[in-house]
T-cell receptor, first 113, second 111 residues
Framework: DGGITQSPKYLFRKEGQNVTLSCEQN?????MYWYRQDPGQGLRLIYY???????QKGDIAEGYSVSREKKESFPLTVTSAQKNPTAFYLCASSPDYSSYEQYFGPGTRLTVT | GQNIDQPTEMTATEGAIVQINCTYQTSGFNGLFWYQQHAGEAPTFLSY????GLEEKGRFSSFLSRSKGYSYLLLKELQMKDSASYLCAVRVPSNDYKLSFGAGTTVTVRA
């Protein structure tokens, strides 16, 4: 089955620790995205990658980092510099950056205490 | 920046019709999307409008007026499973075709 996987579904970390969220897709899509969702707010774009080995900052990139070394993988690291890391994180992909539909993974709920 | 507004909450009765409005002010336009998101789950694509008019897909319809910066999603014959958040998103070509999302409208369907 083709799709996007994010693991784990729930993640707990202590304040001050970096944590990496995984995102893998087997759809052969060029473009991948990371969004953050907070209660009562829409999805906000953290980082995006239009093609392997390239990525761009989104609207709220501070305190986050990404890599895109393989086409199918786009991991997100939430660093200790991110002031409010507790949120629901969604990864998405699309065939290319101009494609009209984005396909979303199941999300990871990160709780930092 | 991009500005996309939609109501926060709506409540309707099973079998009824609900219309969710979305207004947008963006620096360019290359399509408007509606997604459905059940609590704690990923958004799923519902519809895409790039030209003015109504697009119908089963019980769901979406309308777009580009001159008014306005869209609505119409849900007919509401079912309990339609209780979810509905997200309006606009794609802006000058912004690398990125999607800008509204805050979402939570629809509660009551028996």
């Amino acid at each position: 089955d083709g799709g996007i996987t994010q693991s784990p579904k729930y993640l707990f970390r202590k304040e001050g620790q970096n944590v990496t969220l995984s995102c893998e897709q087997n759809l052969n899509h060029d473009a991948m995205y990371w969004y953050r969702q907070d209660p009562g707010q829409g999805l906000r774009l953290i980082y995006y990658s239009q093609i392997v080995n390239d990525f761009q900052k989104g609207d709220i990139a501070e305190g986050y980092s990404v890599s895109r070394e393989k086409k199918e993988s786009f991991p997100l690291t939430v660093t200790s510099a991110q002031k409010n890391p507790t949120a629901f994180y969604l990864c998405a992909s699309s065939p290319d950056y101009s494609s009209y539909e984005q396909y979303f993974g199941p999300g990871t709920r990160l709780t930092v205490t | 920046g991009q500005n996309i507004d939609q109501p926060t909450e709506m409540t309707a009765t099973e079998g009824a019709i609900v219309q969710i409005n979305c207004t947008y002010q963006t620096s360019g336009f290359n399509g408007l999307f509606w997604y459905q998101q059940h609590a704690g789950e990923a958004p799923t694509f519902l519809s895409y409008n790039v030209l003015d008019g109504l697009e119908e897909k089963g019980r769901f319809s979406s309308f777009l007026s580009r001159s008014k910066g306005y869209s609505y999603l119409l849900l007919k014959e509401l079912q309990m499973k339609d209780s979810a958040s509905y997200l309006c998103a606009v794609r802006v070509p000058s912004n690398d075709y990125k999607l800008s999302f509204g805050a979402g409208t939570t629809v509660t369907v009551r028996a």
